[in-house]
């Protein structure tokens, strides 16, 4: 795997914590968790973009939106009491080969 690769899962794990912390800032109406948010969101920012060097747009995008999508889908269902009907862990079991169809067809080019 090279950088680029790294860059994206790693701006894919902050799009989930900041994710996060939009809930638990409550509308940005407390102010650490607040700015840690945002501190995040621009670090996930900023690894999407290096990534977006080398990687193809549509697919750095829709991986990184994949793994936020589906990470916080999963721990919202683990952490929040969200549900765990088949249909939600199904459509998450979508996404998830998607994003990894995405990798893996990305590679042949």
């Not at 109406?29 to 607040?34: D, E, H, L």
């Not at 193809?56 to 990470?71: R, S, V």
């Amino acid at each position: 795997m090279n950088v680029a690769w790294l860059y994206l899962i790693l701006a894919g794990i902050c799009e989930i914590g900041w994710a996060f912390g939009l809930k638990y800032s409550e509308g940005f109406t407390k102010p650490v968790i607040s700015v840690v948010t945002v501190a995040v969101m621009i670090v996930s920012f900023i690894l999407l973009a290096q990534a977006m060097k080398t990687l193809p747009l549509g697919t750095a995008y829709a991986i990184w939106t994949g793994i936020g999508a589906a990470g916080t889908a999963i721990l919202g269902m683990f952490f929040l009491g969200e549900p765990k009907d088949i249909m939600r862990i199904l459509c998450l079991l979508m996404i998830v080969a998607g994003v990894v169809g995405l990798k893996f067809f990305s590679e042949q080019q």
